[in-house]
């Protein structure tokens, strides 16, 4: 157990809707990192949230969204999905942002997002 | 992103053997060098990682290499297990862009007992 929590485990919805995934991370943790598997593009980082900031931007669609609450806990946020949005959604959190080098990070179990 | 690009996709070994995985990386600009072991319906397990001011690291049955000149490192797992049957992932972190990771595309492992 990594000690990073997110909920719901599986999502089923139909095309057009929107959802909510939630993180909380490592106790500790200041930063939180999306990342989306699929089998067709792999494991690819979404966005990353350092003590309620956005740091970093990766290959995330306009229609998905994020944000890091002051206790630290993390909500990705999915629109107007579409089937090909159907994939794992991995939360992961570190201590800390490193300027000298990068630091461990520590992945939750996933939410299974369905998308019919 | 850079790439980082993972070989081989697919492994079998025979239990006790050395299960090898290899990586290549593009940037430079990496400075952080993790490998994750993922088990069917789980998140990605941090195993092992390296930094680029050494060559090798062992945690283990797990070693990691690292060749800075050619751009590549690998996994190897000594005395392979059944227990370690699993998707193994390489990846590289910037730190001053955040550490966000760059994973490479897997490898499934699959040790026979």
């Known amino acids: 157990d990594s000690g990073v929590t997110q909920t719901p485990k599986h999502l089923i919805t139909a095309t057009g809707q929107r959802v909510t995934l939630r993180c909380s991370p490592r106790s500790g943790d200041l930063s939180v990192y999306w990342y989306q598997q699929s089998l067709d593009q792999g494991l690819q980082f979404l966005i990353q949230?350092?003590?309620?900031?956005?740091?970093a931007k990766g290959n995330i669609l306009e229609r998905f969204s994020a944000q890091q609450f002051p206790d630290l806990h993390s909500e990705l946020n999915l629109s107007s999905l579409e089937l090909g949005d159907s994939a794992l959604y991995f939360c992961a959190s570190s201590p800390r942002t490193g300027t000298g080098g990068s630091y461990e990070q520590y992945f939750g179990p996933g939410t299974r997002l369905t998308v019919t | 992103q850079q790439q980082v690009k993972q070989s081989p996709q697919s492994l079998i070994v025979q239990k006790g053997g050395i299960s090898i995985i290899n990586c290549a990386y593009e940037?430079?600009?990496?400075?952080?060098f993790p490998w994750y072991q993922q088990f069917p319906g789980k998140g990605p397990a941090l195993l092992i990682a390296i930094r680029p001011d050494v060559s090798e690291k062992k945690e283990g049955r797990f070693t990691i290499s690292f060749n800075k000149s050619a751009k590549q490192f690998s996994l190897h797992i000594m005395d392979s297990q059944p227990g370690d049957s699993a998707t193994y992932f390489c990846?590289?972190?910037?730190?001053?862009?955040?550490?966000?990771?760059?994973f490479g595309g897997g490898t499934r492992l699959m040790v026979k007992p």
């Open positions: 949230y350092y003590n309620g900031e956005e740091r």
């Open positions: 990846a590289a972190g910037q730190g001053y862009a955040g550490n966000m990771l760059t």
């Open positions: 940037n430079t600009a990496f400075d952080y």
